[in-house]
């Protein structure tokens, strides 16, 4: 089951093809948006969505593999699932080495689209939780001061106490109590988990 955030956003201009995916989605529990063309969903789109994409990749107009390059250059992370014919195999081969998640050629069963689009929304919910913690480690080092930066980034880069000191200009003793701090504010105990946030976000 996916979680209560997460919607199934369908790109389809084949309507038989949109009431297919909704009852098989909706009869399984999940939420789904369908749009009948690329542009539909890009006019839709917002930052904050969550779930996945099921892409027709032939489409009038803007194609589905148009609609990702998009998607792309605007930074999107939500994970897309290629619906493709035949022949359109080597393009979305081609989609998934440029990022898209998954693809899966027509005719396919409701159980080969189900399993990929449950593996789609995990993915999901680890990017996002991968962005809350990226975001709340941004903002604890938003959080010390210039010298603590200075302090932490050395630590970082192996320096013991004495050097830092003697880099800075600054106490051994000084050094500590702002090492102290940036642990503190960092939400960390111990030089490994320090080095692994700063490592997070760089």
Do not use: Y
Not at 104 to 132: H, T, V
């Amino acid at each position: 089951m996916s979680e209560s955030s997460q919607t199934i956003f369908v790109v389809d201009d084949d309507e038989a093809m949109r009431d297919s995916m909704t009852w098989l989605l909706e009869g399984e529990g999940f939420r789904v948006v369908c749009f009948d063309s690329a542009e539909s969903f890009l006019n839709a789109r917002r930052d904050d969505m969550r779930g996945c994409l099921v892409l027709d990749v032939r489409m009038p107009e803007m194609s589905g593999l148009e609609l990702h390059e998009k998607l792309e250059a605007l930074g999107s992370q939500l994970p897309i699932i290629f619906v493709t014919g035949h022949g359109d195999v080597p393009m979305a081969v081609s989609a998934l080495q440029r990022g898209a998640c998954d693809f899966i050629e027509k005719p396919f069963n409701d159980e080969d689209i189900l399993s990929r689009i449950r593996r789609a929304l995990e993915l999901d919910a680890e990017l996002s939780a991968r962005r809350q913690r990226d975001g709340a480690i941004a903002h604890r080092l938003d959080q010390l001061t210039q010298r603590e930066r200075e302090v932490m980034q050395l630590v970082v880069a192996g320096k013991l106490n004495k050097q830092v000191a003697d880099e800075l200009n600054i106490s051994m003793k000084t050094v500590e109590a702002h090492r102290a701090r940036v642990m503190e504010k960092m939400g960390v105990r111990t030089l490994a988990e320090l080095v692994k946030a700063v490592m997070t976000v760089n």
